[in-house]
C-alpha cells in the first residue's frame, strides 16, 4: 500500500465529507479545492446521481448490482440505496485501491448481501470470476453494472469502449450500464489544470467530450433522456441547478437489449 502517493478513491471519500483518507489525500484535496472551490458540490451531484440510478435500476426489477471503481462505501452508497429500496439486493464492489478495498472490507465485515474485490476494471475476467462476485451475482440474471466517476481513469490506450463491450458480453438481457464521466465541456477553463493534478496520482485523468462517453454505451439502448450533465439525469423534484454544465460530469443509463 503506498500511503504517501494520493489516491482518487480516497479524495473522493475525503470531498463527501468522509474520514477514510490520509494525509497526502487530504493535501490533494485541499489544493485542488482551492483551484475549483466548486468540487466538494459536483462530487455531491455525482453522489446523488448514484442515488438515483441506483433506485431506477431496482424500478426495473434489478435487484443485484456490480459496483466497479465504486471507492469506499461510506453513508449513502449502493448497497444502502438498493437494500432501502429491496431488501434482498446484492452489492459487489469492486477497486484497485488496496486500501479502499480494505476499509470497505472492514466497513462491510457484517454485510452477507455484499462483497468487495480487489481488481482492475481492465481486467474483466479478474472482476467477474473472482469468487467473491461467483458468490454473490447470478449472471445468468439481469445486473445493474455501475461505472461512476471510473472511466476518466481510464486512458484512450486502454481502449475503455473495447473493456465495456466486454462487460456487455457477459451481461444477461435487461442488465444495466450507469456512467459518470468528467468532461472539460461546461468549465473548460478548469480542465488542464484538474487534470494535471491528479497527474500525481496513480490514476491520471482522462475528460472526455459528450459523444465520446455517449460512444463508451456502444451496443446498449440508451435509457433516456441519453447523456446529460449529471444533475439533468432523472432529476427528483426540487431546486433547480441553475447552472446544471458547471458540473463538468456527464451520466448515461444504457440498458442491455436481447442478444
Do not use: C
Not at 39 to 63: D, H, K, W
Request: glycine residues 8%; aromatic residues 8%.
Amino acid at each position: 500500500m503506498d500511503v504517501e502517493r494520493p489516491s482518487a478513491a480516497r479524495v473522493y471519500d475525503y470531498y463527501l465529507g468522509g474520514s477514510h483518507n490520509f494525509r497526502v489525500d487530504r493535501e490533494m484535496a485541499r489544493r485542488a479545492i482551492k483551484m475549483w472551490p466548486a468540487l466538494p458540490q459536483i462530487m455531491q451531484a455525482n453522489r446523488a446521481f448514484l442515488r438515483r440510478v441506483v433506485r431506477y435500476v431496482v424500478e426495473q426489477g434489478v435487484t443485484q448490482f456490480l459496483d466497479i471503481g465504486s471507492g469506499i462505501p461510506t453513508v449513502g452508497n449502493v448497497h444502502e440505496v438498493a437494500q432501502e429500496a429491496t431488501p434482498d439486493a446484492r452489492v459487489v464492489y469492486v477497486d484497485i485501491d488496496p486500501v479502499a478495498v480494505a476499509h470497505s472490507r472492514a466497513i462491510l465485515a457484517d454485510d452477507e448481501r455484499t462483497e468487495v474485490v480487489h481488481a482492475d476494471v481492465r481486467d474483466v475476467g479478474a472482476v467477474l470470476q473472482d469468487p467473491r462476485t461467483v458468490r454473490l451475482l447470478d449472471l445468468s440474471q439481469p445486473v445493474g453494472v455501475l461505472m461512476i466517476a471510473l472511466l476518466h481513469f481510464v486512458p484512450d490506450e486502454s481502449d475503455p469502449a473495447a473493456v465495456i463491450a466486454q462487460y456487455r458480453d457477459a451481461l444477461a438481457p435487461g442488465s444495466y450500464l450507469a456512467v459518470s464521466h468528467a468532461s472539460y465541456e461546461g468549465q473548460p477553463d478548469q480542465a488542464g489544470p484538474h487534470t494535471g493534478l491528479y497527474e500525481r496520482t496513480g490514476t491520471p485523468m482522462t475528460m472526455r467530450s459528450r459523444d465520446e462517453v455517449g460512444g463508451l454505451l456502444d451496443g446498449f439502448e440508451m435509457v433516456e433522456p441519453g447523456v446529460v450533465f449529471l444533475p439533468l439525469w432523472r432529476p427528483e423534484p426540487g431546486p433547480v441547478y441553475e447552472h446544471p454544465e458547471w458540473t463538468t460530469g456527464f451520466a448515461a443509463v444504457g440498458r442491455r437489449g436481447e442478444r
